[in-house]
């Protein structure tokens, strides 16, 4: 039976109200989460201070103000214009990415908010990340700067040209610069920028090409390039930050190293372009890949494994390995210039569209770019894909579109 009268429209009115009512208990439970997380931040600051260890927790607090500033924070979405130019890097942080192009370097957090933006100036512009910090530095110069992902946090001044600097998930600098005495001058610094490590680096040891430290900041990885008889030696070092003197884990004779990641406190996965290895912080050499001679054209060390491509010119071809640098998948790819490794999924880029595949190699979908994309980043917040001036988070197309791609795409792959 229909009701009728008064009573009936004061039940239309009430399930009418029912969304605005709603709302406003979402805005509440918003307005006291927000409230929540700036009193966790001041009671974290008083007990930091209260304790005395204000110097040694700086960075900390510095991070979790920016962790409460960023998820507060509207959401931009993407694409996003950069203003960066030619992309020349683009680095991970927490909830966020750096990219460095040829105007300048800017961050942006994984929903598309700009939260720092940087004009070097500098002629040879580089950087390296953190988890959630990067250093800035010109390597035809002597500055360096630290950003954390809102602001700067410090600039330093060396005392030579720099070469190549590093940065710990916990705040450890590690900067090499020219050495008149010798050849090239390594020094640390600790998370209060205090020097607690000086190592000058002969001919025989090699100029540092690339650095990495390990997840709690303790040891730091140094693979080395020199001459030695008219041949180029690659010296891969071991530098244990509170045991004294370096460890020669290998040296490779006719190798360029090209990437350094840690998996553990206690393994180190080096990448050369001849060859992968797996090395063991105790200096155990624990598993070895070679390349059988093919060119390096990308790499991406991420997400438990590591995916390498090869080739030049009209061929290209993939190997994926695990942690083990056991093969999970190897065939011929179509041509690329870059690659990335998802979780489950690998992503090339080409001259003008994103290609991903599954781990055992079979097609998935295209994304046509309107410009040549130049770098990607793949996370557990989406694939991100950089051309110059752009950044945009790619969605992948539905799978009826995906389909008929499918028989294109692999038409355009080379026979093995």
Not at 70 to 98: C, D, H, K, N, W
Not at 158 to 181: F, I, K, N, Q
Not at 235 to 261: C, F, H, I, M
Not at 268 to 285: I, K, M, N, R
Request: hydrophobic letters at 40%.
């Amino acid at each position: 039976m229909r009701k009728t009268g008064r009573r009936a429209r004061k039940e239309e009115m009430s399930a009418g109200r029912i969304e605005y009512i709603e709302a406003a208990r979402q805005r509440l439970r918003s307005r006291r989460l927000r409230r929540t997380i700036l009193l966790v931040v001041l009671v974290a600051a008083v007990v930091i201070y209260l304790t005395g260890v204000v110097n040694t927790s700086v960075m900390a607090l510095e991070n979790l103000a920016d962790t409460v500033r960023i998820a507060l924070m509207p959401e931009r979405g993407f694409p996003q214009q950069t203003g960066t130019g030619a992309v020349y890097q683009v680095e991970q942080l927490e909830g966020s990415f750096v990219v460095l192009g040829e105007d300048g370097c800017v961050v942006y957090s994984h929903s598309g908010t700009k939260l720092n933006n940087i004009g070097t100036g500098y002629a040879r512009p580089a950087l390296a990340a953190g988890k959630n910090s990067f250093v800035l530095y010109n390597r035809s110069g002597s500055e360096l700067r630290v950003e954390s992902r809102t602001r700067e946090l410090y600039s330093r001044q060396t005392d030579g040209d720099l070469y190549l600097c590093a940065l710990s998930d916990g705040g450890e600098l590690a900067v090499v610069t020219d050495d008149v005495r010798k050849l090239a001058m390594l020094t640390v610094y600790d998370t209060s920028r205090k020097e607690v490590l000086t190592w000058s680096l002969t001919t025989t040891e090699g100029i540092p090409m690339r650095m990495e430290f390990s997840p709690d900041g303790s040891q730091l990885a140094v693979a080395t390039l020199t001459a030695q008889e008219g041949q180029v030696v690659s010296n891969l070092y071991l530098v244990n930050l509170r045991a004294g003197d370096p460890q020669l884990l290998a040296s490779e004779a006719g190798s360029t190293p090209l990437d350094l990641e840690w998996q553990s406190n206690s393994r180190l996965l080096a990448v050369y372009d001849t060859h992968a290895a797996l090395y063991g912080s105790d200096g155990s050499a624990q598993a070895r890949r070679e390349f059988g001679g093919a060119a390096v054209a990308g790499l991406s060390a991420s997400s438990g494994g590591l995916a390498v491509l090869f080739g030049s010119g009209q061929a290209s071809s993939v190997v994926l390995m695990n942690s083990s640098l056991d093969i999970q998948y190897e065939g011929t790819v179509p041509t690329a210039h870059g690659i990335a490794r998802g979780s489950d999924a690998f992503y090339l880029l080409c001259d003008s569209s994103v290609e991903c595949f599954g781990l055992d190699g079979t097609y998935q979908w295209t994304v046509a770019m309107d410009a040549r994309p130049q770098a990607m980043l793949a996370n557990s917040s989406g694939l991100f894909v950089f051309t110059d001036n752009m950044v945009q988070r790619i969605t992948p197309p539905d799978q009826d579109a995906s389909s008929e791609a499918a028989d294109s795409a692999a038409s355009s792959v080379p026979a093995a």
